[in-house]
């Protein structure tokens, strides 16, 4: 074989591993069996059978997160590519926790593609067609779904927020506008002291549920900007109100007994991955009580937003680098 025929090989292998990632992407990909549906006893009805229950997708996310987390844009494009054409986790849901679970997941599948970077999407344009489709009928599925829409709490929020994710990668404005109904619902929920009515009724889970509810509002108000809309600017600024509840509580957890008398208990996460909101809220604001909080807690990483949210959100901090 001539010199001239291997050096032509050698070009249309580059060419081929650029369009999928680089060098990173040539690894093997092991993507797992597609689930086909997801429909675990609730949270709090039945923790072991939840845990169970959610660990395949759980493995499945994980695993699709650290290949976006480390550039192996190959592999997270054969992860949801394979998911996609099994149509996975669109079966049946017998009970009401499932729902939540396909919108989260839904939420940071559409997150992973916004980090693609440009090169890769338009080389693997039909590839993301298909995505994107399956995509879609998660989002109508967690639009139309009775068992989040009738409770006017955090978990629509979060179904805004997978609206918006979605319909911003599939290039749905009708899904946008859906999820942004939602967002609105939250943000007008808001009260002058920057509580949530109906999280505060969550007792001694209120200060969790009120970081839990921020979440989704700040990324879908990051999100909204691309559409040129300022949801923070809505209900009086009333998104600050709420992060400046949390960050007091942050700082000083008895801060939250202006908001109710009782005892708060909050998870291991509730103060590491879940405050992930302040990354695109320090890089939008640069809140200067913010940086001191976050350098310790850094890279925050939610299973429900595509992976390394300091990588993806974050910028750097005062006297640091990003991590």
């Not at 980090?115 to 344009?125: E, F, I, K, Q, S």
């Not at 997978?162 to 942004?180: R, S």
């Not at 209120?206 to 879908?220: K, Q």
Request: aromatic residues 8%; proline residues 6%.
């Amino acid at each position: 074989m001539s010199s001239r025929i291997v050096g032509k090989a050698g070009v249309v292998l580059l060419v081929l591993s650029m369009g999928l990632g680089g060098s990173r992407a040539a690894q093997a990909c092991d993507v797992p069996a597609p689930q086909k549906t997801i429909d675990p006893p609730g949270f709090y009805d039945d923790a072991a059978g939840y845990a169970e229950a959610v660990k395949p997708m759980r493995g499945f996310i994980a695993k699709l997160n650290k290949a976006a987390d480390t550039g192996q844009w190959s592999c997270t494009l054969d992860l949801l590519d394979s998911w996609a054409k099994a149509d996975a986790l669109m079966g049946p849901i017998a009970g009401y926790q499932g729902y939540y679970e396909r919108s989260w997941a839904g939420t940071d599948f559409a997150l992973v593609l916004l980090r693609l970077p440009a090169d890769v999407r338009d080389a693997n344009a039909n590839r993301l067609a298909d995505i994107n489709t399956w995509l879609t009928h998660m989002a109508v599925a967690t639009r139309d779904a009775d068992a989040i829409n009738h409770l006017h709490n955090n978990l629509v929020y979060w179904a805004g927020l997978n609206l918006v994710a979605i319909g911003t990668v599939a290039h749905q404005p009708e899904l946008i506008d859906a999820g942004l109904a939602r967002a609105r619902e939250g943000i007008h929920d808001i009260g002058p002291d920057g509580a949530l009515e109906r999280e505060v009724k969550r007792g001694d889970r209120a200060l969790h549920y009120h970081t839990f509810a921020l979440i989704p509002l700040v990324f879908t108000a990051e999100l909204a900007r691309r559409q040129h809309i300022d949801l923070y600017q809505e209900n009086n600024h009333a998104i600050a109100r709420l992060a400046n509840l949390v960050t007091d509580a942050v700082i000083d957890p008895a801060s939250f007994a202006k908001i109710t008398p009782i005892k708060q208990q909050l998870f291991p996460w509730t103060f590491q991955d879940e405050l992930s909101w302040m990354e695109p809220y320090y890089a939008h604001t640069k809140d200067s009580r913010l940086p001191a909080l976050m350098a310790p807690r850094r890279p925050f990483s939610e299973w429900r937003l595509g992976g390394d949210v300091t990588a993806a959100w974050g910028v750097a901090l005062p006297g640091a680098g990003r991590n």
